[in-house]
């Protein structure tokens, strides 16, 4: 979570800034409702890439990697 939070900052404000530059944002209401839509969406795709990330990569959690998980001694009899 506090991956999430930090790389949303990072990443999405100068993708806020940019984009604010071309919309028309006289009040502050405008501003505010503006940086919440815009940072919802950039909220979202962050979490959902940290996420696949995570899983895909040994993310420094102490779990085990994929590999170890399969069983590959099983033995079956007929």
């Known amino acids: 979570m506090q991956m999430t939070f930090v790389t949303t900052i990072l990443v999405g404000s100068p ?3 940019v984009l604010s530059i071309n919309a028309g944002l006289q009040t502050w209401g405008a501003r505010a409702e503006f940086a919440i839509r815009v940072g919802a969406v950039i909220w979202f795709v962050t979490a959902v890439v940290l996420f696949v990330y ?3 990569t040994n993310a420094g ?6 590999e170890a998980e399969l069983d590959t001694d099983i033995d079956v009899e007929d």
């Open 61 to 66: 959690d102490g779990g085990t990697p994929p």
């Open 54 to 56: 995570a899983k895909r």
């Open 15 to 17: 993708i806020v800034a």
